[in-house]
């Protein structure tokens, strides 16, 4: 069975498993939290407007838009990746129809970017809550049938990466 069966059978077993009418809303608010980063940028501005967590909410917002560039500007376009609906008819996406490619999720990335600097430069508790956050985000993309695993993953990766590119910079300051 090839990659994206496995992928598809995984998105269809949570579709066909899990996803119930009782937690629809629930998931479609968790996602929004990553719509155009609102929730992340309202974290962020919070820090900065405190002298204490102002670096690792600059470092963060940063992040942020960098992560942002890499991954609507670069990869969706390099790698042109069809949504699963769009692949298989048995996926019933829930919510908004995203109109930009698959691969990698946008909302994971800024969600995990953030998480990630904040477990580096901010109390662990803090880090903490906010990576539960973004992984619930990160699940939250594959219950509504908008993105593949391996499309979270590569949004998880890109994360790391530009934020651990950050985080070198917060710590040679």
């Known amino acids: ?60 917002f940063v992040g942020m838009i960098i992560q942002a560039l890499i991954v609507n500007c670069v990869i969706k376009i390099a790698t042109n990746r069809s949504r699963p609906f769009e692949i298989n008819n048995s996926i019933v996406p829930l919510g908004r129809i995203p109109k930009d490619r698959s691969f990698p999720s946008g909302h994971t990335s800024v969600a995990f970017t953030s998480a990630f600097i904040y477990l580096q430069s901010l109390p662990l508790w803090f880090g903490v809550v906010m990576l539960f956050i973004a992984i619930l985000i990160a699940f939250s993309r594959m219950y509504l049938g908008v993105h593949f695993l391996t499309d979270v993953i590569g949004g998880i990766v890109v994360a790391f990466i530009v934020a651990m590119c950050i985080v070198s910079k917060i710590m040679i300051i």
Request: proline share 0%; hydrophobic share 55%; charged share 15%.
């Open 1 to 60: 069975m090839s990659m994206i069966n496995k992928e598809i059978n995984l998105l269809l077993w949570i579709q066909n498993h899990i996803r119930n009418e009782k937690m629809n809303k629930l998931w479609k608010a968790v996602t929004s939290l990553s719509d155009a980063g609102w929730f992340w940028i309202a974290i962020n501005i919070i820090l900065i407007i405190n002298i204490k967590t102002r670096i690792a909410g600059f470092y963060a």
